[in-house]
């Protein structure tokens, strides 16, 4: 299994401001995204965090509201940018490695606009 | 549409009570099936997966799943619930070859002891 960190592990912030969560694993992996879950909804897939090159949304994400880095095969940060309580949910960093058929989670944000 | 959906959203049992979570989903293509766990404070962790080959398939801590293609369903079960069972339960599908998931909304299950 991979061992992801994620920070923070929560966070309550002002409206307009921005957030960057990072994600750390313990291995280097092929694959890496971000997913949110809004209070009582599904995980929805964010985008996929490319390694040297811009990360692919999904369908209602974009790069200026969500922007993701991802300098290496370790390590993606997300950041939420101007933030409105709409933005208020869990943040998850998720990994995939080539040979896995499954892929793992980290603990995740939860993030609180006020 | 791509969607999975589980139709409890919360479910509360005695102990030693058997589970049935039901997962249905829509998909236009090849899927790999998943049950995902997230105990209280804890990530989420695989509970049991399927790609092909035997419908039935056996998970951690007890945990079965059976794959019915016609009714495009996954649905889990246990024969005997445990207070440790206490969690939230997500059913997944993954496109083959598409490393994303489609979740559903999750079941919170209460084991009460």
């Known amino acids: 299994s991979a061992v992801i960190s994620q920070k923070p592990s929560r966070d309550i912030c002002q409206r307009g401001t921005s957030l960057t969560i990072q994600c750390q694993v313990d291995?280097?992996?092929?694959?890496m995204f971000w997913y949110r879950q809004q209070p009582g909804q599904s995980l929805t897939l964010i985008a996929t965090?490319?390694?040297?090159?811009?990360?692919?949304?999904e369908s209602g994400f974009v790069i200026d509201k969500f922007p993701i880095s991802r300098p290496n095969l370790t390590f993606s940060t997300l950041t939420v940018s101007n933030m409105s309580p709409e933005d208020s949910s869990i943040y998850l960093c998720?990994?995939?490695?080539?040979?896995?058929?499954?892929?793992?989670f980290g603990q995740g944000t939860r993030l609180t606009v006020v | 549409a791509q969607s999975v959906s589980q139709h409890n959203h919360h479910v509360i049992l005695s102990e030693a009570a058997s589970l049935e979570l039901g997962c249905n989903y829509s998909?236009?293509?090849?899927?790999?099936l998943f049950w995902y766990v997230q105990y209280p404070g804890q990530h989420l962790q695989l509970l049991l997966k399927?790609?092909?080959?035997?419908?039935l398939v056996k998970g951690i801590k007890g945990f079965e799943a059976e794959f019915i293609k016609s009714k495009f369903s996954f649905n889990l079960r246990k024969p005997s619930v445990q207070w440790s069972d206490t969690a939230e339960y997500f059913c997944?599908?993954?496109?083959?070859?598409?490393?994303?998931?489609?979740f559903g909304t999750g079941t919170r299950l209460k084991v009460l002891a």
């Open positions: 997944a599908v993954m496109g083959f070859g598409t490393y994303k998931y489609i």
């Open positions: 998909y236009g293509g090849t899927v790999n």
């Open positions: 998720s990994v995939h490695r080539r040979l896995d058929t499954e892929a793992f």
């Open positions: 291995s280097q992996v092929t694959m």
């Open positions: 399927y790609f092909s080959g035997d419908p």
């Open positions: 965090a490319n390694q040297g090159s811009e990360a692919t949304y």
